[in-house]
Every structure is written in C-alpha cells, then in structure tokens.
C-alpha cells in the first residue's frame, strides 16, 4: 500500500470546471493511478485511470471528452481535469492506486477491488 492524499474538490455550476490533484510519496512504486466516484447508496464507479509507466489513459463511457486523468512524475502526483460539469457528476471522489500493471486488460482499470490504495476522498457538487 501507498500513501495518497486528494484534494480540490468543490461546488461548481453546471458546464463549469474543477480540478481535482492526488499527491503520493514516491509514484514510481504504482502502475495504475485511477478517480473513482461514489453516491450514497452506489456502488463506487470507476471514472478514469492512467497507466503511470507509459501514460495510457482509460476513462468511464460518461466522462469521455470532458475529464482528463494526468500524472507529473516528477511530483508524484495525478490529476482529474474535470469540463462540461453536469449535476449527475456530483459525488465523492477518490483516488486510487494500484500495483497490479495488468489493469489495463478488460477494462480491470475500473474495478475497485483491483486497486489497494485509496485516498480519504473530496467532494464535489455540481449544481446551479
């Protein structure tokens, strides 16, 4: 397990944007750095995920072309870019790590029991 800490949530209106940052110790020790989301009452959802080795970056069907999941390695940290906020994005979201380098293979990368560090998770509400 890693040590993760994310922030930057917040309330934002609808078609507005926000940032969200996860920052690890040393992020050379993952393979898989992902945003997870989760409602009251839901099962957390995978909402994208980035492979830290090569870049390659995996997003959830309802986020694409408006989220943008990056890493600086040299920060050890990743990012959810979130545009085009819409009022069904509002939940809690969490970082996720994890050192399994196969995620990538039938969509793995989304499901929660795959990843064995989480951060404490930051809120964000979307609303007018």
């Known amino acids: 397990q890693v040590q993760l800490m994310d922030s930057g949530g917040g309330s934002e209106a609808p078609g507005g944007s926000l940032s969200l940052s996860c920052a690890t110790p040393?992020?050379?020790?993952?393979?898989?750095m992902a945003w997870f989301r989760q409602t009251p009452g839901k099962e957390r959802e995978g909402v994208a995920a980035?492979?830290?080795?090569?870049?390659?970056?995996y997003y959830a069907d309802s986020v694409k072309g408006r989220f943008t999941i990056s890493k600086d390695n040299a920060r050890h940290a990743a990012y959810l870019q979130m545009n085009s906020l819409k009022p069904e994005d509002s939940a809690m979201y969490y970082c996720?790590?994890?050192?399994?380098?196969?995620?990538?293979?039938?969509?793995?990368?989304?499901?929660?029991?795959?990843?064995?560090?989480w951060g404490q998770g930051t809120q964000v509400t979307v609303s007018s």
């Open positions: 980035i492979y830290v080795n090569w870049g390659t970056t």
């Open positions: 996720a790590a994890a050192s399994d380098g196969t995620l990538w293979y039938n969509n793995a990368w989304s499901v929660p029991g795959r990843y064995n560090s």
């Open positions: 040393d992020i050379t020790k993952i393979r898989f």
